[in-house]
């Protein structure tokens, strides 16, 4: 119990400006000498650090009305908690989703096709004119024989974009198989004629104009952005947005945070404050 609270964004005792923080370890401390010494008032003030499973350690005090209405306030925080991780968690990933479209590279075309090549192919690759196509080829193109690269493209880089071009193609094979797979399971339940589903008849001879095109670019954004959002990205570490405090300073968490207050809020006056800890 007390190392969550001291886990937590909970401040644990009053410091002056320009002090260094406490470490974990004075934290725990100074917790545990409140809670010997005050535990009625070391519930009141850290009763939103605390879990459900933390009550037990405040089976002593119950009969204190105080006691318990601070109990049972951590025990509604409980039923409400994973609504409130969840929130948590999208208003982290929303916000690094918007700092990496701010920031341009993760999300642009070159990124967004080693991700996921075959939804870039579906969407945008298949229809690239050939000007397009040769437009982009340079940049994975290998060195020619007996060409050492030259100084706006060093030798180093070709190596590197041909190996990244060969590791794009292995992926897009993988998920043509994954697809190809499920479409095989879809077809065998419906017991549908394969012929009248196979994929690809209509979509090759459909070729689409400018305006066209950009909806499909505009699709395909949007849902690698949802993509990303639902924590399908398997080369990034979610794990420096989802625990990322950093992430919380957006006007839309304490939106968030403000309607979860209304709808949680109690008609019942909470007791006084002033606790003599006896």
């Known amino acids: 119990m007390l190392r969550a609270v001291a886990a937590s964004r909970l401040p644990v005792c009053s410091q002056q400006q320009g002090e260094p923080d406490l470490t974990e370890r004075e934290k725990v401390a100074i917790l545990?000498?409140?809670?010997?010494?005050?535990?009625?008032?070391?519930?009141?003030?850290?009763?939103?650090?605390?879990?459900?499973?933390?009550?037990?350690?405040?089976?002593?005090?119950?009969?204190?009305h105080r006691a318990d209405f601070y109990c049972a306030e951590v025990a509604?925080?409980?039923?409400?908690?994973?609504?409130?991780?969840?929130t948590r968690l999208r208003n982290r990933r929303y916000a690094a989703l918007r700092e990496l479209i701010q920031g341009g590279e993760y999300f642009s075309d070159e990124q967004m096709r080693f991700r996921a090549p075959l939804l870039y192919e579906q969407y945008i690759g298949q229809y690239l004119t050939q000007e397009e196509l040769s437009a982009r080829a340079p940049a994975h193109q290998p060195p020619k024989p007996g060409a050492l690269g030259t100084p706006?493209?060093?030798?180093?880089?070709?190596?590197?974009?041909?190996?990244?071009?060969?590791?794009?193609?292995q992926r897009l094979l993988q998920q043509q198989e994954e697809e190809d797979a499920c479409l095989e399971e879809e077809e065998e339940e419906e017991d549908g004629d394969e012929e009248d589903q196979s994929p690809g008849k209509d979509s090759e001879a459909w070729v689409p104009d400018s305006e066209e095109r950009l909806?499909?670019?505009e699709e395909f954004t949007s849902r690698m952005h949802q993509?990303?959002?639902?924590?399908?990205?398997?080369?990034?570490?979610?794990?420096?947005?989802?625990?990322?405090?950093?992430?919380?300073?957006?006007d839309i968490v304490a939106r968030d945070e403000e309607e979860r207050y209304f709808d949680e809020e109690e008609p019942?006056?909470?007791?006084?404050?002033?606790?003599?800890?006896?």
């Open 32 to 64: 545990g000498q409140l809670y010997h010494e005050k535990p009625l008032v070391f519930l009141e003030r850290f009763r939103t650090g605390l879990r459900e499973e933390h009550l037990a350690c405040f089976g002593h005090l119950r009969g204190d």
């Open 215 to 217: 909806i499909l670019r």
């Open 152 to 169: 706006a493209c060093p030798l180093s880089d070709l190596l590197l974009q041909s190996y990244q071009e060969r590791e794009l193609q």
């Open 268 to 278: 019942e006056d909470a007791p006084s404050p002033e606790l003599d800890g006896d």
């Open 227 to 250: 993509r990303f959002l639902d924590g399908k990205d398997g080369d990034f570490d979610y794990s420096t947005v989802d625990d990322n405090p950093d992430f919380d300073n957006l």
């Open 76 to 86: 509604r925080q409980g039923r409400a908690r994973p609504r409130t991780l969840r």
